[in-house]
């Protein structure tokens, strides 16, 4: 299965929970910020619609 988009994960607290561990690993060097939503995470793909910081 392809990566969960953090977009959708961030957007609901029982998944924030889930995925607590993959969220801290992903936010903790941003290097691309969602467009659309605003969440800054270290890949791409985890984006909707990723912008280099
Ligand atoms: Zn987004």
Redesign the pocket.
């Known amino acids: 299965m392809a990566h969960k988009?953090?977009?959708s994960i961030a957007c609901c607290c029982c998944s924030v929970q889930d995925n607590m561990k993959l969220l801290k690993k992903i936010v903790l060097e941003p290097k691309f910020i969602?467009?659309?939503?605003?969440?800054a995470v270290s890949k791409k793909e985890y984006?909707?619609?990723p912008k280099k910081l």
């Open positions: 988009k953090m977009c969602c467009a659309e939503c605003g969440h984006l909707c619609h």
